[in-house]
């Protein structure tokens, strides 16, 4: 089974750019979630899709902003980009979301997107 | 506000040697704690996880310790290896609530041969 396959893996973008980011979950994984991840604040939440809604979002400025597709593939999007966006964005997709027990609701991640801004 | 909080940020241990790894939590309402293993490169992969109503949990030469009423929980790896030289991330949520992980900030463990 193929796992969270996440596109493309290096981007490098100059300020004011936006930028779109894939994401395919693992098959049959119905909610997915975007992560980013920097050396000085580390894994931080940005949101959850699931059946095609975003149920949850982080503390991030409106610049960011995501979808999810009938078949649970995910983008997300960040206009106008700053030189601080510089991350890695990290996806994972779990089975379900709050039912059916913890296992489940075990997230897994893909290998991220390294965005440079430059 | 961080809501895990992880340490040591970085531990170096001998081959064969003990590594623990600490976190304290803020929320009551957390019920799931997940250890993430991260290597260079990769996006991070769950090692091992841990529900409040149990104690401890050991998969291999890993094990969580979980003390609910002091609000913390460690990993421990024991016979440390060269391989397992990573980053380990704790996490926590509220499963059937907040889907969002909350992750601490990470430890670089270093295995020396």
């Known amino acids: 089974k193929a796992g969270v396959t996440q596109t493309p893996r290096y981007l490098i973008k100059t300020r004011g750019q936006q930028v779109t980011l894939s994401c395919s979950p693992i098959?049959?994984?119905?909610?997915v979630s975007w992560y980013q991840q920097t050396p000085g604040q580390g894994l931080q939440f940005l949101f959850e899709?699931?059946?095609?809604?975003?149920?949850n979002k982080g503390n991030f400025p409106g610049r960011f902003s995501g979808r999810q597709f009938s078949n649970s593939r995910s983008e997300m999007n960040v206009s106008t980009l700053e030189l601080g966006d510089s991350a890695l964005y990290l996806c994972?997709?779990?089975?379900?979301?709050?039912?059916?027990?913890?296992?489940?609701?075990?997230?897994?991640f893909g290998a991220g997107t390294r965005l440079s801004v430059l | 506000q961080q809501q895990v909080k992880q340490s040591p940020q970085s531990l170096i241990v001998q081959k064969g040697g003990i590594s623990i790894i600490n976190c304290a939590y803020e929320n009551t309402a957390f019920d799931y704690f997940p250890w993430y293993q991260q290597f260079p490169g990769k996006g991070p992969a769950l090692l091992i996880a841990?529900?409040?109503?149990?104690s401890e949990k050991k998969e291999g030469r890993f094990t969580i310790s979980f003390n609910k009423s002091a609000k913390q929980f460690s990993l421990h790896i024991m016979d440390s290896q060269p391989g397992d030289s990573a980053t380990y991330f704790c996490a926590a949520n509220r499963v059937g609530g907040s889907e969002k992980l909350v992750f601490g900030k990470g430890t670089k463990l270093t295995v020396n041969p």
């Open positions: 994972a997709s779990s089975l379900a979301r709050g039912t059916g027990g913890y296992t489940k609701n075990i997230q897994y």
């Open positions: 841990i529900r409040p109503d149990v």
């Open positions: 098959s049959g994984h119905r909610s």
């Open positions: 899709y699931f059946s095609e809604t975003q149920r």
